[in-house]
Protein backbone atom coordinates (compact mmCIF):
# COMPACT_ATOMS: atom_id res chain seq x y z
CA UNK A 1 0.00 0.00 0.00
CA UNK A 2 1.67 3.34 -1.15
CA UNK A 3 1.94 6.01 1.73
CA UNK A 4 2.63 9.68 0.86
CA UNK A 5 3.96 12.25 3.33
CA UNK A 6 4.40 15.60 2.99
CA UNK A 7 7.02 17.99 4.65
CA UNK A 8 8.50 21.42 4.51
CA UNK A 9 5.49 23.37 4.57
CA UNK A 10 5.91 27.17 6.59
CA UNK A 11 5.68 30.62 7.19
CA UNK A 12 7.23 32.27 4.18
CA UNK A 13 6.88 36.45 3.42
CA UNK A 14 5.19 37.00 -0.32
CA UNK A 15 8.01 36.74 -2.91
CA UNK A 16 9.94 33.94 -1.04
CA UNK A 17 10.38 30.61 -1.63
CA UNK A 18 9.61 26.78 -0.21
CA UNK A 19 10.41 23.89 -1.28
CA UNK A 20 7.78 20.82 -0.18
CA UNK A 21 9.07 17.39 -0.28
CA UNK A 22 6.59 14.23 -0.89
CA UNK A 23 8.50 10.89 0.26
CA UNK A 24 6.82 7.73 -0.28
CA UNK A 25 6.72 4.26 1.42
CA UNK A 26 4.99 1.18 0.95
CA UNK A 27 6.37 0.70 -2.44
CA UNK A 28 8.00 1.84 -5.05
CA UNK A 29 7.16 5.31 -6.56
CA UNK A 30 8.65 4.37 -10.07
CA UNK A 31 5.47 3.21 -11.84
CA UNK A 32 2.96 6.00 -10.00
CA UNK A 33 2.28 9.43 -11.49
CA UNK A 34 2.14 12.23 -9.04
CA UNK A 35 0.63 15.61 -8.48
CA UNK A 36 0.32 18.06 -6.21
CA UNK A 37 -2.74 19.76 -5.09
CA UNK A 38 -3.82 22.95 -2.53
CA UNK A 39 -6.82 24.08 -0.62
CA UNK A 40 -7.23 26.95 0.83
CA UNK A 41 -9.90 28.36 3.82
CA UNK A 42 -13.06 28.16 2.31
CA UNK A 43 -12.21 27.14 -1.20
CA UNK A 44 -12.14 23.90 -3.70
CA UNK A 45 -9.20 21.42 -3.54
CA UNK A 46 -7.11 23.02 -6.69
CA UNK A 47 -4.52 20.67 -8.80
CA UNK A 48 -1.07 22.69 -8.53
CA UNK A 49 1.51 20.18 -10.65
CA UNK A 50 1.67 16.76 -11.91
CA UNK A 51 4.57 14.71 -13.28
CA UNK A 52 4.09 11.56 -14.82
CA UNK A 53 6.07 8.35 -13.75
CA UNK A 54 9.63 8.78 -15.58
CA UNK A 55 9.34 12.73 -14.79
CA UNK A 56 9.21 13.10 -18.89
CA UNK A 57 6.45 15.07 -18.44
CA UNK A 58 5.11 18.01 -16.77
CA UNK A 59 1.84 20.08 -15.99
CA UNK A 60 0.99 22.77 -14.24
CA UNK A 61 -2.10 25.06 -13.25
CA UNK A 62 -2.04 28.57 -15.06
CA UNK A 63 -1.54 30.41 -11.53
CA UNK A 64 1.62 29.04 -10.88
CA UNK A 65 3.16 28.62 -14.12
CA UNK A 66 6.65 29.71 -14.56
CA UNK A 67 6.99 30.08 -10.26
CA UNK A 68 6.69 26.70 -9.49
CA UNK A 69 8.64 23.60 -10.90
CA UNK A 70 7.88 19.71 -10.03
CA UNK A 71 10.79 17.47 -9.89
CA UNK A 72 10.95 13.96 -8.98
CA UNK A 73 14.07 11.31 -7.77
CA UNK A 74 12.71 8.23 -8.13
CA UNK A 75 15.51 6.23 -6.72
CA UNK A 76 14.53 8.08 -3.45
CA UNK A 77 10.94 7.41 -4.06
CA UNK A 78 10.83 11.35 -3.76
CA UNK A 79 8.88 14.26 -5.47
CA UNK A 80 9.49 17.46 -4.60
CA UNK A 81 7.50 21.17 -5.04
CA UNK A 82 10.02 24.02 -5.73
CA UNK A 83 7.46 27.17 -5.09
CA UNK A 84 9.16 30.55 -6.29
CA UNK A 85 7.88 33.94 -5.76
CA UNK A 86 5.39 33.31 -3.73
CA UNK A 87 1.72 34.95 -3.22
CA UNK A 88 -0.40 35.37 -0.48
CA UNK A 89 -3.02 32.91 -2.56
CA UNK A 90 -0.76 30.27 -2.36
CA UNK A 91 -1.88 30.21 1.77
CA UNK A 92 -3.32 26.44 1.53
CA UNK A 93 -2.34 23.37 2.61
CA UNK A 94 -0.69 21.26 -0.15
CA UNK A 95 -1.40 17.57 -0.68
CA UNK A 96 0.90 14.73 -2.36
CA UNK A 97 -1.31 12.66 -4.24
CA UNK A 98 -0.27 9.73 -6.46
CA UNK A 99 -1.83 7.11 -9.33
CA UNK A 100 -0.36 3.81 -10.27
CA UNK A 101 0.46 4.54 -14.47
CA UNK A 102 -1.24 7.79 -13.71
CA UNK A 103 1.21 9.88 -15.88
CA UNK A 104 0.50 13.70 -15.83
CA UNK A 105 -3.17 14.38 -17.12
CA UNK A 106 -3.91 17.99 -18.56
CA UNK A 107 -6.46 18.62 -16.48
CA UNK A 108 -4.73 17.76 -12.94
CA UNK A 109 -8.53 16.68 -11.86
CA UNK A 110 -9.25 15.18 -8.39
CA UNK A 111 -10.90 12.07 -9.41
CA UNK A 112 -7.52 10.99 -11.19
CA UNK A 113 -5.38 10.32 -8.28
CA UNK A 114 -6.02 7.64 -5.61
CA UNK A 115 -3.32 8.24 -3.07
CA UNK A 116 -3.78 11.37 -0.89
CA UNK A 117 -0.89 12.46 1.87
CA UNK A 118 -1.83 14.21 4.60
CA UNK A 119 -1.02 17.53 4.05
CA UNK A 120 1.25 20.14 4.87
CA UNK A 121 0.42 23.80 5.70
CA UNK A 122 1.80 26.46 3.47
CA UNK A 123 1.40 30.61 4.91
CA UNK A 124 2.42 33.50 2.90
CA UNK A 125 1.94 36.39 4.82
CA UNK A 126 4.02 39.62 5.61
Known amino acids: QLQLVESGGGLVQPGGSLRLSCVASGVTLNYYGVGWFRQAPGKEREGVAC????????NYADSVKGRFTISRDNAKSTVHLQMNSLLLEATAVYYC???????????????????WGQGTQVTVSS
Open 51 to 58: ISSSGGST
Open 97 to 115: VAEYLGGCPRSIAIQHYHY
